[in-house]
């Protein structure tokens, strides 16, 4: 199970929400290449971005600096998020040195762009499935749908989705712990590889993701944690690389 820092970019800053609410965040540095640089001295052998005004714009806002990072860390997974919704968008990253991408809104209100793009960029097309409740939300989680997560990762099981990324939207940024049993549930039901996001607060939650991590749980993405000093990068893939070898 991999360690995914999360690097959330909003006005080119490194910032952190709660519950995905653009009016609560907490900055965490305006060097968002130099953040990168730190998870990966701390042994990150991937990295999540998201594009936060791009989720809410529905198209790239801070894609420069995404370029930045993937031109300074050439050999380093990177998958970004926010306002892919096109297949220039995806070309344009994927071109850039970004190893996947994830859709998320379009997803779940176009899931035949999905299977699309699938088939034009194999190998490269992670979705992002934020739920509430078990219900998927969209556009920023402005909206929260009827759509229940599991059906829509069944959906998109024989497309070649390479992971599922899965948020626990009432968890994230909240420092609760993660939502063990809807993660490990949504991966076995799902049949798609899931990396679980949201409430990964101290080495406590990860041990209880750990134990399901046979389910199909492939990695935990984490942000307020490492930030804020309650969960160490370094520790957490070291107990992680544990498990494999026990």
């Known amino acids: 199970m991999l360690i995914i820092p999360a690097i959330d970019l909003k006005d080119g800053k490194c910032v952190r929400l709660r519950q995905g609410r653009m009016d609560e965040s907490t900055e965490y540095g305006d060097d968002p290449v130099a953040m990168a640089a730190r998870w990966v001295d701390a042994g990150a052998r991937r990295l999540h971005l998201v594009d936060l005004n791009g989720a809410f714009a529905g198209e790239p806002v801070n894609g420069e600096i995404v370029h930045a990072i993937a031109n300074r860390y050439p050999n380093l997974p990177i998958q970004i998020g926010g306002g892919i919704r096109s297949a ?139 930030y804020e000093g309650t969960l160490d990068v370094t520790e957490a893939q070291a107990y992680c690389d544990s498990l494999k070898t026990a």
């Open 88 to 226: 220039e968008t995806i070309e344009a990253y994927l071109k850039a040195g970004v190893q996947w991408v994830i859709i998320g809104t379009k997803a779940v209100k176009e899931p035949e762009f999905v299977t699309e793009m699938c088939k034009q960029f194999p190998g490269h097309i992670i979705v992002g499935l934020d739920a509430k409740d078990g219900r998927v939300a969209t556009d920023g989680w402005a909206e929260v749908s009827e759509v229940m997560a599991t059906d829509l990762a069944k959906r998109f099981a024989n497309d070649g989705v390479e992971a599922i990324v899965y948020t626990d939207i009432s968890r994230d940024g909240m420092m609760q712990g993660v939502n063990v049993e809807a993660t490990a549930a949504l991966a076995q039901e799902g049949g798609i590889p899931v990396i679980a996001s949201g409430g990964v607060t101290n080495m406590d939650d990860l041990k209880q993701l750990a134990k399901v991590a046979d389910k199909g749980i492939i990695g935990a993405i984490t942000g307020r944690a490492i």
